[in-house]
């Protein structure tokens, strides 16, 4: 069964690193056809995708975060972590790990919706 | 960007009634060369994060019960909620995956009349 535990701190200040982490139990973060995400939710902006790692190492990142934004893998350890920096209070929400799916795409359009989710943590940023 | 929308942003809906929620993208999601529709939909509680109910814009995610119907082609979606149960209260969001960034609809939260 695969569970994604997540865990980093819930205050940064301003200008700061926001880092998170996602330990994953149940599959290796390096196996297997699937996107590792992150994805957060404001009052303000909703659900919206940071970016995305693939078991082989590749990266997507969402152009509105792209200059930020930092996603790896560590397979030593099983996870998945996530770096945005010089943070402002839009940074503000709550974050979540998924794991997208690519089965049942096309090779040229994969498929990537979020089958498994961690338990979210809110990152306040604040002095 | 894929903007999705949902209409409307709430609706309240009597036990055992049926309840309708729409999704438009601002352009289409289906694929023309495997003819699928890159539209998954989710639900999501207070406090907890978003399950996932249906992929492929009808596909029923396992364990989700067969009142969740999902419905739709190209850049217009509903999902159906046939007979609403007091468990279904909740926020349900679509989501593309045609295109990155990945994009979700603003929410259409549903409760009991």
């Known amino acids: ?127 | 960007d894929i903007v999705m929308t949902q209409s409307p942003d709430s609706l309240a809906v009597s036990l055992g009634e049926r309840a309708t929620i729409n999704c438009k993208s601002s352009q289409s999601v289906l694929y023309s060369s495997n003819n699928k529709n890159y539209l998954a939909w989710y639900q999501q509680k207070p406090g907890q994060p978003p399950k996932l109910l249906i992929y492929w814009a009808s596909i029923r995610e396992s364990g989700v019960p067969d009142r969740f119907t999902g419905s739709g082609s190209g850049a217009d979606f509903t999902l159906t909620i046939s007979s609403l149960q007091a468990e279904d209260v909740a926020v349900y969001y679509c989501q593309q995956y045609h295109s990155t960034p990945r994009t979700f609809g603003q929410g259409t939260k549903v409760e009991i009349k």
């Open chain 1, 1 to 127: 069964q695969v569970q994604l535990q997540q865990s980093g701190p819930g205050l940064v200040k301003p200008s700061q690193t926001l880092s998170l982490t996602c330990t994953v139990s149940g599959v290796s973060v390096s196996s297997g056809y699937v996107y590792w995400s992150w994805i957060r939710q404001s009052a303000g902006k909703g659900l919206e995708w940071i970016g995305r790692i693939y078991t082989s190492g590749n990266t997507n990142y969402n152009p509105s975060l792209k200059s930020r934004v930092t996603i790896s893998l560590d397979t030593s350890e099983n996870q998945v972590s996530l770096k945005l920096n010089s943070v402002t209070a839009a940074d503000t929400a709550v974050y979540y790990c998924a794991r997208g799916t690519t089965s049942g795409g096309a090779p040229e359009r994969p498929a990537e919706y979020f089958q498994y989710w961690g338990q979210g943590t809110l990152v306040s940023v604040s002095s």
